[in-house]
């Protein structure tokens, strides 16, 4: 007998187009967020999406950056960010890729930005990122084994390009000028570039001392520091730098710091940092702690206990704390704190305070009404230029970025980041997550492009009915992945809920053509295996998190007792009513009559010993010589199987007939996903995704 659901569980939502709130993607490929599913005008499908035509090329889309930018600079209208080996320049305003190449991004003026690659230094045009000038990299300032040079930078002002390394440190102007050319060995020092003169700490001319490096003027020398002071790091006014000294506290035990000093860049003590700070953290710490320092400002940040803080203190009279700032943190992904010029990005849940040292006062700027987006503490980056005009990232890469002192801002989407989930069918149908909360579906066949987009999704996993015509989605209650809620089953052509499983911790979630049936397990502890239809009826319960395979059509579904194991069986059922019991693991549905089961062997530890593909009668068709194990994606497996008509099945990177198991291709990439006939790959320095004929 079948049950229905309670109302609690089970929510459908039988929408027509008409009751559906359409948001079109903009041509920028910004969309607002709307924290609600919503779909696309019919007809309004965005050709550019992440700020990157859809479809041309070869690519099916370009994400931008896929990991917090390790550079990130912002000048007026425009965005320059960085990977080790990679840039990207951005349209801040719009959400435009301007221009992307490889090489290692230095800095960014309202008029050049500069890029380090393997043979020489480029001055780019901040307008359209064409070439202005290259300059080659001096004799001994490239030793041929890396991919850039990384040690340099531009001017706090963006008047001048300086590089330093085992042979010396030179610096020129941005038309090409030679301006500071110095020998020696700069590996170890600390340069920070003020208009006008370089400052260097730790150089060939003093270890203990700064040298000041000036166009056209004999380097001048700084008092030292006291003994045992060692180096910490520059303001960001570079008008001051902080050492610590430390004692010896005995065998095995670590060095106890007793004293923080900021000198000036003349060497002149100034004064004391607050000693619960416990020294040097980089650019990109692991230590969950930061610091910096902006005129007689010192700034501490970090996790501490169920918050993040940030302290300022004043180091000269009166010294001690001025400013506490706190921040409730649940320890995920809600939070993060990064340097931003010369301010202090908070992110938070919806918000961004941007604390501010310039003008010697500490100004807060206070933004809510930000779109969602998750953070990771010390890799999260920011960045802002002297007009508070800034730009964050989420932990995938996702940028954000804002004009103006407004507390309702307005801002605009650099990129779409990393997918968080990835799906296909073998309609032509894929579907990508990302973190900003949106979920876009694609045509991937011979001229891809944009289907569909659902705002407002936390995603986690995903899986098309074989036809593509419905997008399950796995789905947390906000984008920090803080607690799950349930699922949800759109339609893939407008991207309209007709759905809803309010079911705590749902996966293993399928669905078959037409939504004819729906199948998942769900629980928090003990879990239960369901299939169900948009009605509300229930076909069957179990109580098991393994997955329940739906055929196609939806008459049939199968589940294995003891998977992978030498006494598994697979239960094949239509409706509830047994049909076939078939020794094995089953691996998923071929069509509507016949699927693959996969056996193991030996003892104590199974092993995959052979593949057989049955029918409905449980008739043996075929034994494929599959050289592993195998599960096809509907069941949510990013890395999975897929099938290529019912013919042939794609493995991660090899292509097999499904009847015999010979091999008839390999790739030299992964597989995302088989979408009809084109295969979904990523490629290249920026994480593209590809597509491409089998």
Same mark, same amino acid.
């Given at each position: ?78 965005t320059l960010t960085g990977q080790l080996s990679s840039y990207i320049l951005w349209d801040a305003k ?16 309202? =008029? ?7 043979w020489s230094i480029e001055i780019r045009s901040a307008i359209d990122g064409s070439l202005v000038q ?66 260097v700490f730790g150089g060939p001319a003093g270890r203990d001392q700064v040298e000041i490096l000036s166009?056209? +003027? ?64 980089? =650019? ?164 891809? +492009? ?52 309010? =079911?705590?911790? %749902? ?56 998977? +992978? ?13 047994? %049909? ?69 099945? %794609? ?44």
């Open positions: 007998m079948s049950t229905s659901f309670a109302s609690s569980s089970w929510r459908p939502l039988l929408l027509c187009a008409a009751s559906v709130t359409f948001v079109a993607c903009a041509a920028d490929g910004h969309t607002p967020v709307a924290g609600e599913q919503s779909a696309l005008e019919p007809g309004a499908a965005p050709t550019t999406l992440c700020g990157a035509p859809v479809g041309q090329e070869g690519t099916l889309f370009r994400p931008g950056e896929t990991s917090p930018p390790y550079k990130m600079h912002r000048v007026g209208n425009r719009t959400g435009t890729q301007v221009a992307r190449g490889a090489g290692f991004a230095y800095g960014l003026t309202e =008029e050049r930005f500069v890029v380090g690659t393997l290259s300059i080659d990299y001096p004799g001994g300032m490239n030793d041929g084994t890396r991919t850039t040079y990384y040690k340099g930078g531009l001017a706090s002002d963006g008047s001048y390009l300086w590089l330093a390394n085992i042979e010396g440190l030179r610096a020129w102007s941005l038309s090409g000028e030679p301006l500071i050319s110095q020998t020696g060995d700069y590996t170890l020092a600390e340069p920070v570039a003020a208009p006008g003169e370089l400052r166009p056209g +003027k004999p380097p001048v020398l700084s008092a030292p520091v006291q003994p045992g002071d060692a180096f910490e790091g520059w303001f960001s006014d570079g008008e001051s730098f902080v050492t610590t000294a430390r004692t010896d506290a005995g065998p095995g035990q670590p060095p106890t710091i007793v004293r923080h000093t900021v000198y000036s860049k003349l060497g002149v003590a100034i004064g004391d940092a607050p000693l619960q700070w416990q020294g040097r953290d980089s =650019e990109r710490p692991d230590a969950q702690q930061m610091w910096g320092g902006d005129g007689h400002y010192f700034w501490m940040a970090g996790e501490n206990g169920p918050s993040v803080q940030l302290n300022v203190f004043s180091i000269r009279a009166p010294a001690g704390l001025v400013e506490h700032y706190e921040y409730p943190s649940s320890g995920s992904m809600d939070s993060a704190i990064a340097r931003a010029g010369r301010s202090v990005a908070l992110m938070g849940d919806g918000f961004v305070d941007l604390v501010s040292f310039a003008g010697g006062q500490v100004q807060r700027q206070q933004v809510a009404s930000l779109p969602r987006m998750p953070y990771e503490l010390g890799k999260s980056t920011a960045t802002s230029d002297e007009a508070g005009r800034w730009c964050i990232s989420g932990w995938q890469g996702t940028l954000y970025c804002y004009d103006g002192a407004s507390a309702s801002p307005s801002g605009t989407f650099l990129g779409c980041g990393r997918p968080l989930s990835v799906a296909s069918s073998t309609s032509g149908r894929f579907a990508a997550a990302f973190e900003n909360g949106r979920v876009v579906i694609f045509d991937a066949r011979e001229t891809p +492009k944009v289907v569909s987009v659902i705002e407002g999704v936390a995603a986690d996993q995903m899986g098309f009915s074989r036809d593509g015509e419905y997008l399950g989605v796995e789905t947390w209650r906000d984008v920090f992945h803080s607690k799950s809620a349930g699922a949800s089953l759109f339609a893939s052509v407008d991207g309209h809920r007709v759905g809803q499983w309010d =079911e705590p911790y %749902v996966s293993e979630f399928d669905v078959s053509n037409g939504a004819r049936r729906i199948a998942f397990s769900s629980g928090d502890g003990a879990r239960t295996q369901r299939v169900t239809d948009l009605a509300g009826t229930t076909y069957y319960t179990g109580e098991s998190s393994l997955p329940i395979f739906l055929s196609p059509d939806g008459a049939h579904f199968a589940r294995t007792e003891s998977p +992978k194991t030498t006494t598994a069986v697979i239960h094949i059922q239509a409706d509830g009513a047994p %049909v076939q019991q078939i020794p094995g693991t089953f691996a998923g549905w071929i069509d509507n009559e016949r699927f693959l089961v996969q056996t193991y062997e030996g003892s104590p530890w199974p092993h995959y010993a052979t593949s057989v593909i049955y029918n409905l009668r449980g008739e043996q068709l075929a034994t494929p010589a599959l050289p592993s194990p195998v599960i096809f994606p509907e069941q949510f497996s990013t890395y999975g199987a897929w099938l290529v008509n019912g013919e042939q099945l %794609v493995n991660h990177n090899e292509l097999f007939d499904l009847t015999t198991g010979a091999l008839l291709k390999s790739y030299p990439d992964m597989t995302q996903g088989i979408a009809g006939n084109r295969r979904i790959t990523t490629g290249g320095a920026f994480g593209d995704f590809l597509v491409g004929d089998l």
